[in-house]
């Protein structure tokens, strides 16, 4: 049985891709996610590669389905806001192990998720036939576990994978996209490009919701919705600048012994109240 905050959440979160644009960041951690949600987020996200740095671990399926799932399980159990879960490619080659992803996130109270189509074993994309299974295979089971307007974001590599040239990996997004989405998928992700001329391309000729990378270059917010993208995600970039924070006043205070950057902080108390204000305590 679903509860009935969960399933309420997950109804929010899918009305998020039916109309407009909104911006998707992506927490590693419970403080993370608490400094989305008090910033006024609709929803949050996890970042994989965010999660794993964050425990020692190198990106790429390098952390067990259970601990990626610890870490978003306690977000999602403490969030007032929904939660989608970044499951990588869904933690087996097999449609049935990403039906148990599926399932696993939704037992951890999450209302969403991605999948993705690069193969960590090869380094390129698993077969396409393959590949729609898988999506088919965990938007059943969410269906059958019933939470229907559970989020399966279904990310095509491509781009990240060099498959070819650009109109290569254009028409391979494309083809992928539009069979995800009609396996059922309610979110179709391209990360990779970041010029407006793809990106409005891309959602021109695909059909459903499109998820769109913050990258390097990548236009303001209002510009990229107006090309018709529907989520926008940050991905790891804001673990990414927390560290690159941390990294530049450890190397600034080493060179000059200047502890102005250490201070440059949020508050101990200032902490304290984002943690215990998320949510149920712990």
Same mark, same amino acid.
């Given at each position: 049985?679903?509860?009935a905050a969960q399933a309420e959440h997950a109804v929010r979160?899918?009305? &998020?891709?039916?109309?407009?644009?909104?911006?998707?960041?992506?927490?590693?951690?419970?403080?993370?996610?608490?400094?989305?949600?008090?910033?006024?987020? @609709?929803?949050?996200?996890?970042t994989s590669s965010g999660v794993a740095f964050s425990l020692?671990l190198v990106d790429g399926e390098r952390i067990e389905r259970?601990?990626?799932?610890?870490?978003?399980?306690?977000? #999602? !159990?403490?969030? @007032?806001?929904?939660?989608?879960?970044?499951?990588?490619?869904?933690?087996?080659?097999?449609?049935?192990?990403?039906?148990?992803?599926?399932?696993?996130?939704?037992?951890?109270?999450?209302?969403?998720?991605?999948?993705?189509?690069?193969?960590?074993?090869?380094?390129? &994309?698993?077969?396409?036939?393959?590949?729609?299974?898988?999506?088919?295979?965990?938007?059943?089971?969410?269906? #059958?576990?019933?939470?229907?307007?559970?989020?399966?974001?279904?990310?095509?590599?491509?781009?990240?994978?060099?498959?070819?040239?650009?109109?290569?990996?254009?028409?391979?997004?494309?083809? !992928?996209?539009?069979?995800?989405?009609?396996?059922?998928?309610?979110?179709?992700?391209?990360?990779?490009?970041?010029?407006?001329?793809?990106?409005?391309?891309?959602? #021109?000729?695909?059909?459903?919701?499109?998820?769109?990378?913050?990258?390097?270059?990548?236009? @303001?917010?209002?510009?990229? #919705?107006?090309?018709?993208?529907?989520?926008?995600? &940050?991905?790891?970039?804001?673990?990414?600048?927390?560290?690159?924070?941390?990294?530049?006043? &450890?190397?600034?205070?080493?060179?000059?012994?200047?502890?102005?950057?250490?201070?440059?902080?949020?508050?101990?108390?200032?902490?304290?109240?984002?943690?215990?204000?998320?949510?149920?305590?712990?």
């Open positions: 049985m679903i509860p979160f899918a009305a &998020l891709h039916r109309s407009g644009c909104f911006i998707l960041p992506n927490a590693w951690d419970v403080p993370s996610a608490a400094l989305i949600a008090a910033a006024g987020y @609709p929803a949050i996200a996890t020692g259970a601990r990626m799932l610890a870490v978003a399980g306690e977000i #999602a !159990r403490r969030s @007032p806001i929904p939660v989608t879960v970044d499951l990588e490619a869904g933690y087996g080659r097999e449609p049935e192990a990403v039906a148990d992803s599926v399932r696993a996130a939704i037992a951890a109270g999450c209302v969403g998720c991605n999948i993705e189509d690069g193969d960590p074993a090869s380094g390129g &994309l698993f077969d396409f036939d393959l590949s729609v299974a898988r999506i088919r295979a965990g938007v059943e089971a969410a269906k #059958a576990a019933g939470l229907p307007d559970f989020v399966l974001n279904a990310r095509t590599d491509p781009y990240l994978r060099g498959v070819g040239d650009a109109e290569t990996c254009f028409a391979e997004a494309v083809k !992928r996209a539009n069979a995800y989405a009609e396996a059922g998928a309610l979110s179709l992700f391209v990360p990779g490009p970041g010029d407006a001329a793809t990106i409005s391309a891309l959602t #021109a000729q695909i059909s459903g919701p499109v998820n769109m990378l913050v990258v390097p270059g990548l236009a @303001p917010f209002s510009d990229v #919705a107006a090309l018709g993208v529907r989520r926008i995600s &940050l991905g790891g970039a804001l673990a990414g600048s927390a560290y690159g924070h941390a990294k530049t006043v &450890l190397e600034k205070l080493h060179a000059d012994g200047d502890f102005a950057g250490a201070t440059e902080r949020m508050s101990h108390g200032e902490m304290m109240a984002l943690v215990e204000g998320f949510g149920p305590k712990a």
